[in-house]
């Protein structure tokens, strides 16, 4: 499937395929990539179960999708993204990338692209983004990509980072 969700200048978003299984079960399977999240690393039969629930869903919409993060130069998949039903109308914002697409913008990327797209091209009202207190590096791209940082607040049983951003008026 070659549909783009969403461009910036290095990487495209892209609904799933199977295609990407293997790439992103090696993603996935490195336990770094989990070191904050509090999941256990994924077997080939649970990605294969994430792609084709992404795939089933059918259409997306900006308030609701996940979409696999690609290296334009090499057309490599390096991780994952989208937005997460929270509440009506303001979704929480989620990427995972493999560790050797860490440090280099890419997720400062993602984060504003989904954003400005988002409220471009949708009624979302808010986005908010979580992260574990001990992950700086997700907390330092949140406030670069404009979200205020709300404090500690449970988040699925756990004391999470809470950040926001809001549509300007």
């Known amino acids: 499937m070659d549909e783009i969700i969403i461009e910036t200048e290095r990487l495209y978003i892209k609904p799933w395929s199977l295609d990407y299984t293997d790439k992103l079960y090696n993603l996935m399977s490195d336990n770094r990539v989990h070191l904050y999240t509090g999941d256990s690393?994924?077997?080939k039969e649970r990605t294969k179960r994430y792609i084709q629930f992404n795939i089933n869903r059918g259409s997306l919409s900006l308030d609701n999708f996940h979409g696999?993060?690609?290296l334009k130069e090499s057309n490599e998949i390096i991780g994952l993204t989208?937005?997460?039903p929270y509440f009506l109308?303001?979704?929480e914002?989620?990427?995972q990338l493999g560790t050797e697409f860490w440090n280099?913008?890419?997720a400062t990327e993602i984060g504003n692209a989904i954003i400005q797209s988002a409220f471009k091209n949708s009624n979302?009202?808010?986005i908010y983004g979580m992260a574990n207190p001990k992950n700086i590096a997700s907390m330092t791209v949140m406030k670069k990509v404009g979200m205020t940082c709300l404090g500690?607040?449970?988040f699925r049983g756990e004391q999470a980072m809470f950040y926001e951003i809001l549509r300007k008026v």
């Open 104 to 106: 280099k913008g890419y």
């Open 68 to 70: 696999a993060v690609i």
């Open 152 to 154: 500690a607040r449970d």
């Open 82 to 84: 989208g937005l997460n």
């Open 41 to 43: 690393v994924w077997t």
């Open 93 to 95: 914002i989620e990427w």
């Open 124 to 126: 979302i009202i808010r």
């Open 89 to 91: 109308k303001q979704p």
